[in-house]
């Protein structure tokens, strides 16, 4: 790609970027959230159409004009939001479009259809039966159904827009693996990620994009995690994490029996402190985002015992825990975080839409200062607050729905997975908000994947195994074998038990 | 903003060719008239939009009015009722039916076009029943003057029902667009699962929405009671639900939810009513009135979806 250029309403989103990738090639695409890298993929994959520019495969000049001049061309592009049918199963999901056919009658051959699936399930090391359906999945298993289907169209060059976000460690390190075989069978990669970590380790190449434009590259002797971020975004980041300090008010915030219809026999009490930050690990499927919504009332057959304060309160539906000032972030900003059609004003405000208005009708003005604030808040890209969600980057989205929470003055906040897909400037930002609001008395609950974050971030971790808390770590104890051993059920022996109880 | 200046566009073009073609259109008779049937069937489009915007639909609104129209002669001439009484049931009955409707959408999780399909039949075999399957009117009773005077009098030189219409229009306006209830019918129309997660009571604000959409239609029932003054119970108000729904998404409503506006529906409404006197006007066979229209609604919606998708690109 040469001299590829792209603007969009109020935003110039690329501005002449070049971008190469060899046969069997491992190119890492680096920079800050809103910096044109899903945009620059985009345009690749047939998405979008740039404004200037040309784009070359094997050495001639071609236009792509729809996603399937991409395919055709053997580029399959994994999106940053996912795009599975939620109703199919799994083999329909990779075939679709392209599903086998019976003799007479063209209808969909079901034996062939989940054989051809399985060398594919196989590869990726996918232990999922083939006919299981999408919606059934969890964000991690689904992401791997559309590597598999990029798989199967025999792609010579897949783009991965944060394939890795949402996966856990075991995950990672198997599509890591997985990445490095295809490149050894001469596919090409393009890799995005805000895993600093991860580029370090596979990519032969990191090429670094900022405000549109090219700022630099590495190869791969030359990457290292301070030289990717100071080109990334113009400075040194000299204190990533913020530094955990000791709890105030201990038991402040006590949840008992908390039970989700996903494992009705397990339950999980646990206690946390204010000015504490306790993070939930485990691996995906251990129940804690199902558990954290039983607490907050999204789970109406679910049940959980609340005392804040050492007062009980009683937690119906999701209106309750707010009123409470227990504010959930959760994991899937798209589909539960953030009405994507709607304006960033509208979606801070949408939660405390009260306040805002006098005698029932919604005083705009009010709205604007406070999403103002939010936006410059939380450094979101951004025009102005009148800009759709659906046109943010996916890591300004994230912002977005956690600053809707935040102009709330939280008590208890709840984040599942808060710093996926937002880079490495942001996400030490985030992590500083969350401690600010820990010192002034805040209770945080974490939920993460991310291995780093689990250990920097937080005060004491509790790992889930199953729908039940194996074991709890302090800061001293809170390693990396030590939390991978309570992830998969075994004990440990300087884990703490979860509650006082 | 853009999307209603379109319709209002073709609507200003549409009465520009009538009144050149034949100037009769012009005439105060077809105004106040057109004025009339306009306010009528604005009313109840603004009803089913609200429910359109939440992502549901009402299919069940003709078959409404024949058993508030069937409901309202009974109540005024063989049970004597005061006016003020028989009006008031004749707006709560619709009323309740669209929160039965919101409670079967809403807490069974049937689909809206399910609910309200059982409705249109269900309320239709009703009505003719109640009836015993004969026309019912007012005939030379007494004792209603007043509300047949707000029902079909004048305001001003301007049919009641037209002035209705504005007054309910103003109100629903700054309910959809100012308030924030307003605000909840769009997020759940677009997004009920993040819309939830707000702490919305999402099943309350969808279901809220076909109650308002009843009490619109008790109000056109009434209305229209006393517009034909006869009131057949097996063909009273047949098909209007297709109207509203036609000057809905004409008017910019989709019916995946989320979007929409009164003035839209208005402008809509309006653009179908004077299709039809057109159809009249100009002697056209009245046996092509649905094919004009459907044809009309299809031309409005796919320039719609065209220029909508070409300003995505271009801006
Ligand atoms: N459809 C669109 N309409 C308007 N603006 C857009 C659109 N898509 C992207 N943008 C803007 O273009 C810029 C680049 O966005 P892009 O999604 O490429 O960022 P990114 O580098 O992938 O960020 P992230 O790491 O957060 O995913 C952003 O400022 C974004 O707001
Ligand atoms: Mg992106």
Redesign the pocket.
């Known amino acids: 790609m040469k001299g590829i250029s792209k603007g969009?309403?109020?935003?110039v989103?690329?501005n002449d970027v070049d971008l190469s990738a060899d046969v069997g090639e491992v190119v890492a695409l680096v920079?800050?959230?809103?910096?044109?890298?899903?945009?620059?993929m985009?345009i690749l994959g047939g998405v979008h159409q740039p404004d200037g520019g040309e784009i070359r495969v094997d050495g001639v000049a071609r236009r792509i004009q729809n996603v399937e001049d991409a395919m055709q061309l053997g580029i399959a592009f994994i999106h940053?939001e996912l795009n599975v049918v939620d109703n199919l199963d799994v083999a329909g999901n990779i075939f679709l479009g392209r599903e086998p056919r019976t003799k007479p009658f063209q209808l969909i051959d079901r034996k062939k259809i989940h054989a051809d699936a399985e060398p594919y399930l196989q590869r990726l090391g996918l232990d999922i039966p083939s006919d299981t359906k999408l919606e059934d999945l969890s964000v991690a298993y689904q992401q791997m159904v559309e590597i598999a289907k990029a798989l199967s169209l025999n792609a010579r060059l897949i783009i991965m827009?944060?394939p890795t976000s949402s996966l856990t460690i075991a995950e990672t390190n198997r599509l890591l693996a997985l990445i490095q075989e295809l490149s050894g069978q001469g596919v090409s990669i393009i890799y995005?990620s805000?895993r600093l970590g991860e580029i370090d380790e596979i990519a032969s190449r990191a090429v670094v994009?900022r405000d549109?434009e090219n700022a630099g590259e590495l190869l791969k002797e030359d990457i290292s995690h301070d030289r990717l971020v100071n080109m990334m975004v113009g400075r040194s980041i000299s204190q990533f994490y913020v530094e955990p300090k000791g709890s105030s008010k201990a038991g402040y915030f006590q949840a008992r029996d908390v039970r989700s219809s996903r494992y009705p026999h397990c339950s999980v009490s646990f206690d946390a402190s204010q000015g504490e930050i306790l993070g939930f690990a485990g691996l995906v499927g251990a129940g804690r985002s199902e558990m954290i919504k039983a607490l907050v009332g999204l789970d109406k057959t679910a049940g959980a015992k609340i005392q804040m304060n050492e007062e009980q309160v009683e937690i119906r539906t999701p209106r309750d825990a707010i009123s409470h000032g227990i504010y959930l972030v959760p994991e899937d900003r798209r589909s539960e975080g953030l009405v994507t059609e709607m304006s960033i004003r509208e979606n801070i405000t949408l939660p405390d839409m009260r306040s805002y208005a006098k005698a029932g009708i919604v005083q705009t003005t009010l709205e604007k200062t406070k999403a103002d604030e939010q936006v410059q808040a939380l450094k979101v890209?951004?025009p102005h607050s009148e800009?759709l969600v659906?046109?943010?980057?996916?890591?300004?989205?994230q912002k977005v729905a956690l600053g809707k929470w935040l102009a709330m003055q939280p008590k208890v906040l709840i984040l599942d997975e808060p710093t996926r897909?937002?880079?490495v400037g942001s996400k030490s930002e985030i992590y500083q908000i969350m401690r600010d609001l820990a010192e002034r008395g805040g209770v945080i609950l974490m939920i993460s994947s991310d291995m780093e974050e689990v250990l920097h971030v937080c005060d004491r971790v509790a790992v889930m195994h199953e729908g039940r808390i194996t074991g709890v770590l302090d800061q001293a104890n809170c390693t990396e074998t030590n939390i991978m051993q309570l992830a998969v059920g075994q004990s440990v022996e300087e884990a703490k038990p979860a509650s006082s109880e | 903003m853009k999307k209603e200046l379109g319709i209002f566009l073709l609507l200003v073009a549409l009465c520009a060719v009538t009144a050149i073609l034949n100037p009769r259109f012009l005439s105060p008779t077809n105004l106040t008239n057109m004025a009339n049937i306009i306010g009528l069937f604005g009313i109840f489009s603004i009803g089913l939009g609200l429910v359109i915007i939440t992502g549901g639909i009402d299919l069940s609104v003709g078959s409404m009015f024949a058993l508030a129209g069937v409901l309202l002669s009974i109540a005024l001439r063989e049970w004597g009722l005061p006016w003020p009484v028989a009006a008031l049931f004749v707006i709560l009955v619709p009323m309740g039916l669209g929160a039965l409707h919101g409670t079967l959408v809403t807490r069974m999780r049937i689909q809206p076009f399910i609910v309200t399909l059982c409705g249109l039949l269900l309320y239709r075999g009703l009505a003719r029943f109640i009836a015993d399957d004969n026309t019912k009117g007012f005939g030379n009773a007494e004792g209603f003057e007043t509300l047949r005077a707000i029902a079909s009098g004048k305001f001003l030189g301007l049919p009641m029902p037209f002035v209705i219409l504005i007054v309910i229009a103003v109100v629903m306006w700054l309910v959809l667009h100012r308030s924030v209830y307003g605000r909840y019918l769009f997020a759940v129309g677009r997004n009920e699962e993040a819309t939830r997660f707000c702490g919305i009571n999402t099943k309350l604000v969808v279901a809220s929405s076909y109650v308002l959409a009843g009490l619109l239609t008790g109000i056109a029932g009434i209305l229209l009671a006393f517009y034909t003054n006869s009131i057949s119970p097996s063909t009273h108000g047949n098909f209007y639900e297709l109207y509203a729904i036609a000057a809905a998404v004409l008017g910019g409503c989709s019916l995946r939810g989320g979007e929409g506006s009164i003035i839209g529906i208005i402008i809509g409404t309006a653009l179908l009513q004077i299709l039809q006197n057109l159809v009249n006007l100009l002697g056209i066979p009245s046996s092509l009135n649905f094919a004009v229209m459907g044809a009309v609604v299809l031309l409005g919606v796919l320039a719609d979806s065209y220029l909508g998708n070409r300003s995505k690109r271009t801006s």
Not at chain 1, 8 to 11: A, L
Not at chain 1, 31 to 40: C, H, R, Y
């Open positions: 969009f309403p109020g935003v989103a690329l920079g800050e959230n809103g910096a044109g890298k899903s945009t620059l985009k940053q827009d944060e995005i805000h994009l549109g890209k951004t800009t659906r046109n943010l980057s996916g890591g300004n989205q897909g937002i880079d």
